[in-house]
């Protein structure tokens, strides 16, 4: 039976009898998922440490963004979902369960009713995704304003908006946005727009935002400040200024509609160019020793990698070379740690010096063995002990290739399909 309208219903969800089998998955196989799916990983290959930047810079010009975001309209449905149960009802041990059957019969509607780009666990439905929208997108309903807050300003976390939902256990105190208490049974949520026809799964629902969700939207954006300032975010002025008509996904970060609403951040939008630049040759500079090791190994014989950091440098050197590592420390709150720092000042170094893969090259494969065995420890590739990983790098470089190594993305391919979303643009 049912929970309310949201339980498990038979012939719902898949049912699933108990079966005793083995499977056997490789180390590799397993650390590419676990990779995949790390929400620390941002899209970013962080042995050496780069992510503090490109998160820092992402999370100044695009708060609440994530790299697991595809279509703008799921954090309605994620709010819409979870404000559900507080009409039905629905038991506190039951709430995850009830989001859950919205999630599913969402999904199997949109893979319906769309050509699929976007939805999450195309690959997978009916069989529900591991990466459910209500996670993926949690972080946006509270950066975005669409969650109350503490009265501290801090933002509850699922659980505690499950017991507010389920009205007893746990009570947590919200504040509405004139800063007033909210009632113990009030949603925990800012006024949603309303549910669209046939919602969760029926009629036509697709990722089109009606009239009242675009509104909705563009105010909440329209308030989204940068972390802990008074001061507009990047994306609060993109979406005032509609930016989503004009933009396409291949439009680099500093490009017209970006640089029309830049203002005072301009400055850090160069420098956050410069280091997606600098990014990109450390990114193939440890592929090119990493190779080099391999060779080493005894694994084979190949130069793709240094060719790679070659063509890399032609590219983005220039650029890399002009951003200074004490002002890129203080954009992204200096969390730019010390082993790091002296990565990237070395980096510039070796590249501005064009000395290429002679003695100086050596050192710079010491300062990048010891920033990584730091971070990664056992895990280290370009240590002696990391034969197990190198080969694993080996087997998947020279058997899906290699292309050339990419700048730091800050999220900007998701903050353009959000941004046209907002537009319907998609």
């Given at each position: 039976?049912?929970?309310?309208?949201?339980?498990?219903?038979?012939?719902?969800?898949?049912?699933?009898?108990?079966?005793?089998?083995?499977?056997?998955?490789?180390?590799?196989?397993?650390?590419?998922?676990?990779?995949?799916?790390?929400?620390?990983?941002?899209?970013?290959?962080?042995?050496?440490?780069?992510?503090?930047?490109h998160q820092g810079y992402a999370d100044r010009f695009f708060p609440g963004t994530s790299v697991l975001h595809t279509r703008l309209r799921y954090v309605l449905f994620v709010a819409w979902a979870y404000e559900d149960t507080l009409h039905h009802r629905v038991p506190p041990k039951d709430i995850f369960k009830a989001v859950r059957e919205?999630?599913?019969?969402?999904?199997?509607?949109?893979?319906?009713?769309?050509?699929?780009?976007?939805?999450?666990?195309?690959?997978?439905?009916?069989?529900?995704?591991?990466?459910?929208?209500?996670?993926?997108?949690?972080?946006?309903?509270?950066?975005?304003?669409?969650?109350?807050?503490?009265?501290?300003?801090?933002?509850?976390?699922?659980?505690?908006?499950?017991?507010?939902?389920?009205?007893?256990?746990?009570?947590?105190?919200?504040?509405?946005?004139?800063?007033?208490?909210?009632?113990?049974?009030?949603?925990?949520?800012?006024?949603?727009?309303?549910?669209?026809?046939?919602?969760?799964?029926?009629?036509?629902?697709?990722?089109?935002?009606?009239?009242?969700?675009?509104?909705?939207?563009?105010?909440?954006?329209?308030?989204?400040?940068?972390?802990?300032?008074?001061?507009?975010?990047?994306?609060?002025?993109?979406?005032?200024?509609?930016?989503?008509?004009?933009?396409?996904?291949?439009?680099?970060?500093?490009?017209?509609?970006?640089l029309g609403v830049a203002d005072d951040d301009l400055p850090a939008l160069e420098r956050a160019d410069q280091a997606a630049s600098l990014g990109a040759i450390v990114r193939g500079a440890y592929a090119a020793m990493v190779e080099e090791q391999c060779v080493k190994d005894g694994l084979g014989q190949r130069s793709i990698s240094k060719?790679?950091?070659?063509?890399?440098?032609?590219?983005?050197?220039?650029?890399?070379?002009?951003?200074?590592?004490?002002?890129?420390?203080?954009?992204?709150?200096?969390?730019?740690?010390?082993?790091?720092?002296?990565?990237?000042?070395?980096?510039?170094?070796?590249?501005?010096?064009?000395?290429?893969?002679?003695?100086?090259?050596?050192?710079?494969?010491?300062?990048?063995?010891?920033?990584?065995?730091?971070?990664?420890?056992?895990?280290?590739?370009?240590?002696?002990?990391?034969?197990?990983?190198?080969?694993?790098?080996?087997?998947?470089?020279?058997?899906?290739?290699?292309?050339?190594?990419?700048?730091?993305?800050?999220?900007?391919?998701?903050?353009?399909?959000?941004?046209?979303?907002?537009?319907?643009?998609?």
């Amino acid at each position: 039976g049912k929970v309310g309208n949201f339980g498990m219903a038979q012939g719902r969800l898949p049912s699933m009898e108990p079966r005793l089998g083995w499977t056997q998955i490789s180390r590799a196989a397993v650390q590419r998922a676990e990779a995949q799916l790390s929400p620390e990983s941002e899209g970013v290959v962080d042995e050496l440490g780069l992510l503090a930047i490109h998160q820092g810079y992402a999370d100044r010009f695009f708060p609440g963004t994530s790299v697991l975001h595809t279509r703008l309209r799921y954090v309605l449905f994620v709010a819409w979902a979870y404000e559900d149960t507080l009409h039905h009802r629905v038991p506190p041990k039951d709430i995850f369960k009830a989001v859950r059957e919205t999630e599913w019969e969402l999904g199997n509607a949109l893979k319906k009713n769309t050509d699929s780009w976007g939805v999450i666990g195309r690959r997978t439905l009916p069989r529900m995704p591991d990466q459910l929208p209500s996670s993926s997108y949690w972080s946006a309903l509270a950066a975005w304003g669409i969650l109350h807050r503490h009265p501290d300003g801090t933002v509850p976390s699922r659980s505690e908006v499950h017991a507010h939902l389920a009205g007893n256990g746990q009570h947590i105190e919200l504040r509405d946005d004139e800063d007033q208490p909210l009632e113990r049974k009030a949603s925990p949520f800012v006024k949603l727009p309303p549910r669209p026809k046939g919602w969760p799964g029926g009629g036509s629902i697709d990722f089109r935002l009606s009239d009242d969700e675009q509104a909705f939207l563009r105010d909440r954006f329209g308030q989204v400040n940068e972390p802990g300032t008074s001061r507009k975010s990047l994306l609060a002025r993109l979406a005032q200024a509609g930016a989503g008509a004009r933009i396409q996904s291949s439009d680099g970060l500093l490009n017209e509609a970006v640089l029309g609403v830049a203002d005072d951040d301009l400055p850090a939008l160069e420098r956050a160019d410069q280091a997606a630049s600098l990014g990109a040759i450390v990114r193939g500079a440890y592929a090119a020793m990493v190779e080099e090791q391999c060779v080493k190994d005894g694994l084979g014989q190949r130069s793709i990698s240094k060719e790679n950091l070659s063509k890399t440098i032609d590219l983005h050197g220039d650029n890399a070379l002009g951003v200074h590592i004490e002002e890129l420390n203080a954009d992204v709150g200096h969390s730019i740690k010390p082993g790091l720092s002296r990565l990237l000042s070395q980096t510039q170094h070796w590249v501005e010096s064009g000395a290429g893969f002679g003695p100086s090259w050596l050192s710079l494969f010491n300062l990048y063995e010891g920033q990584e065995r730091n971070r990664k420890k056992g895990r280290s590739r370009l240590a002696r002990s990391g034969a197990t990983r190198r080969r694993e790098w080996w087997v998947g470089v020279t058997t899906k290739g290699e292309t050339l190594p990419q700048p730091l993305h800050y999220r900007w391919g998701v903050v353009v399909n959000l941004l046209r979303d907002l537009e319907n643009n998609a």
